[in-house]
């Protein structure tokens, strides 16, 4: 490939070993005999490249086939695929640094460049036994896949890569992002043998794929980088498997936000189920919790295909606590494979948000949302019977700026009112029905 004199060309790979006893790889080369041609380096202690052996090496076999006006190299031409390897230890190789790289490198000069190079595959490095080192080669169980929600039981083979027999590994399993499981295999494993260890502790298939990884922790254990082995799983689906996954208020007296109820009132409580199981679901127990007050079962009938979602509302009502409280929605599923899912639950709040006519029971007015107003708020109000309602906006100074009659039904109604075009400051606005004014006060803030 090169045409300059003497080009050295920059490695191709490099290796990081410790404590390598051997270097073995299958090549083949096609150069100009005595011309062109590649050899192998290490980084020696002073933090310099060596040339690793040399033609004829004893430690070696196939080792280097002629000198190209100094370096020792593979050159000429192999006659196909051949095996070279070459023993590495501090007799041969005294200068190797306790952890070093390898490369290859190739050069030529400026003439004869027809043959086809030099081509390395199936390289590999081989450390010598410890007298302790232990690992996990194999994993039996779980195969490829896991059913979300059901208890799998690990299973692995442990060998024993060392020179000393041994007699308690500690080896543990790690799912995902999941704390490790850790317990001890005990016995007696002589070396290049291996036994079959199945961990007590289950655990339940998760709802996404993920990897299982095993390993040993053997203490001075000689070599780490056989003592892990991971593998791949992917989710199953189970055939039953519900739950809840959103859950909202339903206010029977204004239309207020998701999380906010009336101190007092009555509320229904919304629920959305999700079929997380292969099968069709038609019936299921469903449950909500309000704070401290009791659960609310009832049964969902229907159907729900897989993947699917479906609201449900509750008969029963509540009436709803002043402050915050949790409130919670539960599927109660039989044979559901993952109780994980089965439960969602949100932090509502009731307030005392409505102000109301002491001489017309029903008759209330609530405060704007939202207060302060930007640019559109919402304005809340009941009356007990069918008339007419007068709603009105007006300043500090009582000027009039905003005036609507309506005519209205027994119950909750309404007003959207456009703030944009009013200045920033303090308003009031006021409802008057058959006789009676109620009056609130709501801020613009531009």
């Known amino acids: 490939e090169n045409t300059a004199e003497d080009m050295l060309y920059t490695p191709r790979f490099a290796i990081t070993s410790k404590g390598v006893?051997?270097?073995?790889?299958?090549?083949?080369?096609?150069?100009e005999n005595g011309s062109d041609g590649g050899y192998v380096q290490y980084l020696n202690v002073s933090g310099n490249w060596s040339t690793l052996g040399q033609a004829n090496d004893t430690t070696a076999v196939n080792w280097y086939t002629d000198t190209l006006n100094g370096p020792e190299a593979f050159s000429g031409n192999s006659g196909g695929w051949i095996r070279s390897a070459i023993s590495i230890d501090s007799s041969n190789v005294p200068t190797m640094a306790s952890i070093t790289q390898f490369r290859f490198v190739f050069t030529s000069d400026g003439s004869g460049n027809g043959g086809d190079g030099w081509a390395i595959d199936d390289l590999w490095v081989k450390i010598p036994k410890q007298p302790i080192d232990a690992g996990v080669t194999a994993i039996n169980t779980p195969v490829d896949s896991t059913v979300v929600g059901t208890q799998q039981t690990v299973s692995v083979d442990i060998r024993n890569f060392g020179l000393d027999t041994l007699t308690s590994i500690p080896v543990t399993y790690k799912v995902g992002n999941s704390q490790p499981v850790t317990e001890t295999w005990t016995g007696s494993l002589n070396p290049d043998n291996?036994?079959?260890?199945?961990f007590s502790q289950t655990y339940a298939g998760p709802g996404v794929d993920y990897k299982l990884c095993t390993y040993t922790d053997l203490a001075q254990d000689g070599n780490n980088a056989n003592d892990t082995t991971c593998r791949m799983i992917d989710k199953k689906t189970p055939p039953y498997d519900a739950g809840i996954v959103a859950i909202d208020p339903i206010i029977q007296y204004q239309g207020g936000t998701t999380d906010t109820t009336w101190f007092q009132k009555d509320v229904e409580v919304k629920v959305w189920i999700k079929n997380f199981g292969s099968n069709t679901l038609t019936s299921m127990d469903v449950e909500y919790e309000a704070g401290t007050l009791t659960p609310v079962t009832e049964t969902w009938t229907g159907t729900l295909a897989s993947g699917d979602s479906v609201e449900y509302i509750f008969n029963q009502t509540f009436t709803s606590s002043i402050g915050t409280y949790t409130v919670c929605g539960r599927t109660y599923l039989t044979n559901d494979a993952d109780p994980s899912n089965d439960e969602y639950c949100e932090t509502w709040e009731g307030i005392q948000n409505g102000i109301e006519s002491d001489e017309l029971p029903g008759f209330v007015l609530y405060q704007n949302k939202p207060n302060p107003v930007d640019e559109q708020t919402s304005i809340d109000f009941e009356v007990p019977k069918a008339g007419k309602?007068?709603?009105?906006?007006?300043?500090?100074?009582?000027?009039?700026?905003y005036t609507e009659e309506m005519s209205v039904n027994a119950g909750s109604h309404t007003v959207k009112l456009n703030g944009k075009d009013m200045p920033s400051g303090i308003y009031y606005y006021s409802v008057t029905f058959d006789g009676h004014r109620l009056v609130r006060k709501m801020v613009i803030s531009k």
């Not at 270097?23 to 096609?30: A, C, E, N, S």
């Not at 291996?194 to 199945?198: A, E, K, M, Q, S």
């Open 21 to 31: 006893d051997s270097l073995v790889f299958w090549h083949y080369y096609d150069t």
């Open 194 to 198: 291996t036994t079959t260890f199945i």
């Open 389 to 401: 309602a007068e709603f009105e906006v007006v300043d500090m100074f009582g000027r009039e700026l």
